[in-house]
């Protein structure tokens, strides 16, 4: 069976919520000052209050997260200085991560783990620690607006990439080296 992979785990944030209802951005960064550092997903509910997640797929990048200022300096800057946004905050693990994310993540953050299955449509995707309710911040209309407007460029970005492979097979195919 192959290694779980953040797209594994970004498809089964976005099968866990509702796509009719809920908006569901990947890798929303500071740089339009929707968050104050990156989020991996960011899951903004019907309500208008939203859920960040921080997905990790390997012990590094698990062991790694800790040392930037969102964790090295909540003690002086306060819960709400990084983490004022979100209604909740989890981090996404595959299950060979768990024990390791339950003994790293701060109280406040959930836990959700993806089980890889041979067949995918047996694999489970289960919250194994539920997160603390943080603040209740309710995004306004500009922010709600700024976040779709990433959205939409990242999948202008992916159907870019879909479109140059495509471009890609269809010159080898076009060019296929004789044996």
């Not at 993540?105 to 836990?111: D, Q």
């Not at 047996?122 to 922010?143: A, D, M, Q, T, V």
Request: net charge positive; charged share 25%; glycine share 6%.
């Amino acid at each position: 069976m192959s290694k779980t992979t953040t797209l594994d785990i970004e498809l089964a944030i976005m099968d866990y919520f509702n796509f009719r209802q809920d908006l569901m951005v990947p890798n929303v960064s500071n740089q339009m000052e929707l968050v104050p550092f990156e989020v991996d997903m960011l899951v903004l509910r019907k309500s208008d209050l939203a859920y960040g997640f921080e997905i990790k797929t390997s012990k590094s990048d698990l062991r790694a997260d800790f040392k930037k200022p969102q964790h090295t300096t909540i003690e002086k800057t306060g819960v709400g200085r990084w983490f004022g946004k979100f209604k909740y905050f989890y981090y996404a693990v595959p299950e060979d991560l768990k024990q390791l994310a339950l003994e790293l993540i701060p109280s406040f953050c959930g836990l959700m783990v993806f089980d890889k299955k041979e067949f995918p449509d047996h694999s489970i995707f289960y919250i194994e620690r539920h997160g603390i309710g943080l603040f209740n911040y309710y995004w306004s209309l500009k922010e709600r607006c700024a976040l779709a407007r990433l959205g939409a460029m990242r999948i202008k970005g992916l159907k870019e990439t879909i479109a140059g492979n495509r471009n890609t097979i269809a010159y080898l195919r076009k060019t296929k080296p004789t044996i």
